[in-house]
């Protein structure tokens, strides 16, 4: 029934393809306060590709309908473009008004095209709504999910980053925590200390929460299951760097580190790490 | 019937599961083990499970068991070989296997169980 008006609304858009996007182009213009980060000719030439391919679709499928295939070069364009626009930082606003600032030039020429005409006015202006709907949601869907995808590479580098194994000494590895440890990170922390294990066969691991801002009950809970996983690997775990306000907080809450060995500084454990393999650090004797 | 072999080294027995352990096998190896601890007049056990990539808490409390078994009959145990997923699990599932001295290789296993008989 309605392929006669949608072929309309395709050859209306073919015919005024140039006036359409001068008129886009300027609304695009306005609207866009981040003129510092896009050109004209870009947009000139992202715009033209854009209403070319929705054309094409249009004389293709005949119906607005985004999934079916004939829309998927409109589809990739769109993503592309909303993608690139969300790494560079651009609102969510910013990126959909590439597709809504192409309503008004398109109604205002359907306007003059069926000015003698209301039901078919009504009929294509019908269309073309639903059309940059759909393109618009498209737009934001996507813009939505390269976001997410950003966060949450974020939130994987920062776990990689933020725990280190470090070799000490021959059999001695050291762990410096630094930032809150959840049940999350307790879990790659604690991977990522027994990954090390295996690889250095190393008997001693020193556990540094200098820089653990707070140590609560579950956070005590996780560092002992980190320490009884090493030990199951055959390698003992100091746990230092006690700042003495955790110190007292741990004894507050009757968190039972007994079963650990625990020092003050990373020196001390280190100290201690040495003594246990066997090995001893002296200074030179000053010269004569 | 499948068995898990106990391999004599001197006065340690070597035991290296390499197959997948299920509940009557795990059965089996405590039956033998503690049976060759007594006839061997064994001073240490050493419990090889590099080759065990799944444990259950069946498993894990047997590892436990059989660790108290030796006690008893005054041998050592050492469980050398874990795998960190393995090492994970168990701790997850509650059991710290206190009690059950651990290495990380059958070399360090051996070095820790001499030293103890010296």
Redesign the interface.
Same mark, same amino acid.
């Given at each position: 029934m309605k392929a006669n008006e949608k072929s309309g609304l395709a050859g209306i858009l073919r015919a005024h393809e140039a006036e359409i996007l001068e008129e886009w182009q300027k609304e695009q213009s306005a609207g866009q306060p981040r003129r510092d980060q896009l050109n004209d000719a870009e947009i000139r030439a992202a715009s033209r590709e854009f209403l070319g391919g929705v054309v094409e679709a249009l004389n293709a499928s005949g119906a607005v309908d985004m999934r079916s295939d004939a829309w998927s070069k409109v589809r990739d364009l769109l993503a592309e473009l909303s993608a690139s626009r969300a790494r560079q930082g651009f609102s969510p606003t910013e990126t959909a008004t590439f597709v809504f600032s192409l309503k008004r030039p398109l109604f205002g020429l359907l306007r003059k095209e069926f000015a003698n005409d209301a039901q078919k006015l009504g009929d294509e202006t019908w269309n073309a709504t639903i059309l940059i709907d759909q393109l618009g949601l498209f737009t934001a869907e996507t813009f939505q999910k390269t976001r997410e995808q950003v966060i949450s590479r974020q939130q994987r580098e920062l776990l990689e980053l933020s725990t280190p194994v470090v070799a000490l000494w021959d059999d001695i590895l050291a762990l410096p925590l630094i930032g809150t440890l959840d049940s999350g990170r307790t879990?790659v922390v $604690? @991977?990522s200390l *027994? @990954?090390r =294990? =295996?690889e250095t066969?190393a008997?001693i691991a020193i556990i540094d929460i200098t820089g653990v801002p707070t140590v609560d009950t579950l956070v005590a809970q996780h560092l002992m299951?980190t320490v +009884? +996983? +090493?030990? *199951? $690997?055959? +390698?003992d775990c100091i746990i230092s760097g006690i700042r003495p306000q955790i110190a007292q907080t741990i004894v507050h809450l009757g968190v039972d580190l007994s079963a650990v060995t625990t020092k003050a500084s990373l020196a001390d454990a280190f100290a201690v790490a040495l003594d246990r393999v066997g090995a001893r650090i002296v200074k030179n004797a000053a010269p004569a | 019937m499948e068995r898990i072999p106990i391999l004599r080294m001197g006065r340690q027995l070597l035991v290296t599961i390499q197959v997948d352990m299920h509940d009557q096998l795990a059965l089996t190896l405590q039956d033998d083990l503690t049976r060759r601890i007594v006839a061997d007049k064994a001073k240490g056990v050493l419990i090889d499970i590099s080759s065990l990539d799944v444990v259950d808490s069946f498993i894990g409390r047997m590892i436990s068991n059989i660790a108290a078994m030796s006690r008893v009959l005054d041998a050592k145990t050492v469980v050398v070989g874990m795998r960190p997923a393995v090492a994970i699990t168990l701790v997850e599932l509650g059991l710290n296997l206190e009690g059950v001295r651990t290495a990380l290789n059958v070399e360090k296993g051996m070095a820790l169980l001499q030293e103890a008989d010296r």
């Open positions: 879990q $604690m @991977e *027994l @990954e =294990v =295996v066969g008997s299951k +009884a +996983a +090493a030990r *199951l $690997m055959g +390698a | -």
